[in-house]
Nanobody
Framework: QVQLVESGGGLVQAGGSLRLSCAASGRTFSSYHMGWFRQAPGKEREFVAA????????DYADSVKGRFTISRDNAKNTVYLQMNSLKPEDTAVYYCAARDTQSSGSYSSGSTYDYWGQGTQVTVSS
């Protein structure tokens, strides 16, 4: 079992930056690939970014490439999402998620993740 707690959300103007954190507890953090997803009001949840547990390989949604950076610190059991050049369309609840390294399927598919945090609100004003 893994517990995930996100923090760092808030209100920011367009063009600004935020850094989200996701603290994990429970089973060994480094045994999981990690991902960030988001859900805007009235829209389906969508993939944002993912990072593997060992090599730290990353993947991003096209909408955030070049603006967002995912990283992890296995010693601190924490994964981060640095968000720069924020746009109003980035407004959403952001969730971090963990998937076992033995799981198969696309990193961008939420159904392949085993554990989810409660989410943190990000609001970008124009």
């Amino acid at each position: 079992q893994v517990q995930l707690v996100e923090s760092g959300g808030g209100l920011v103007q367009a063009g600004g930056s935020l850094r989200l954190s996701c603290a994990a507890s429970g089973r060994t953090f480094s045994s999981y690939h990690m991902g960030w997803f988001r859900q805007a009001p009235g829209k389906e949840r969508e993939f944002v970014a993912a990072i593997t547990w060992s090599r730290g390989s990353t993947d991003y949604a096209d909408s955030v490439k070049g603006r967002f950076t995912i990283s992890r610190d296995n010693a601190k059991n924490t994964v981060y999402l640095q968000m720069n050049s924020l746009k109003p369309e980035d407004t959403a609840v952001y969730y971090c998620a963990a998937r076992d390294t033995q799981s198969s399927g696309s990193y961008s598919s939420g159904s392949t993740y085993d554990y989810w945090g409660q989410g943190t609100q990000v609001t970008v004003s124009s």
